[in-house]
């Protein structure tokens, strides 16, 4: 970890109010903490335009177990792809309604698309890809 340097940013006085109420609401204990979060987010964002950076992802999926095929089409897709699950976790919600979430980790362009097969398949209620890193471009 590289020598922390210190720097002054200008703020109009509603943003900077604006700007503390959310740093109360999320719990940090200082601005700093804050703004290195905020930059962090970007460089993470920014890895993820990299289409053939490595990236780190949830996938989380809710559907219908009862819905024809569905669970083995979601299946099926998932095993084409195992280089890209790390881990899926099942969760039963209720009677019908199931939870899934896959932890992918792979190139960019690859999570991606493996997302967008997955939450479009038909029958599936939601979807939704979180955005990760792998953190070693991220200090």
């Known amino acids: 970890m590289g020598q922390t340097i210190r720097f002054g940013v200008s703020l109009n ?5 604006k700007f503390d109420a959310l740093c109360d609401e999320k719990s940090y204990q200082t ?22 950076k490595e990236v780190a992802g949830v996938l989380t999926l809710v559907y219908d ?19 890209v699950i790390l881990s899926s976790m099942h969760v039963h919600l209720d009677h019908h309604n199931c939870l899934e979430a896959l932890v992918l980790k792979g190139p960019g362009e690859a999570v991606q698309r493996l997302s967008q097969k997955l939450i479009s398949t038909r029958g599936v209620k939601y979807g939704k890809l979180t955005l990760a890193t792998t953190g070693q471009e991220i200090v």
Do not use: M, N
């Open 13 to 17: 006085s509603e943003l900077l109010e």
């Open 65 to 83: 177990h009862h819905t024809s095929d569905l669970a083995q089409r979601l299946i099926e897709t998932q095993h084409e792809q195992h280089d």
């Open 31 to 52: 601005r700093s903490e804050a703004i290195r979060d905020l930059i962090r987010g970007v460089l993470v964002q920014k890895e993820w335009e990299q289409s053939d």
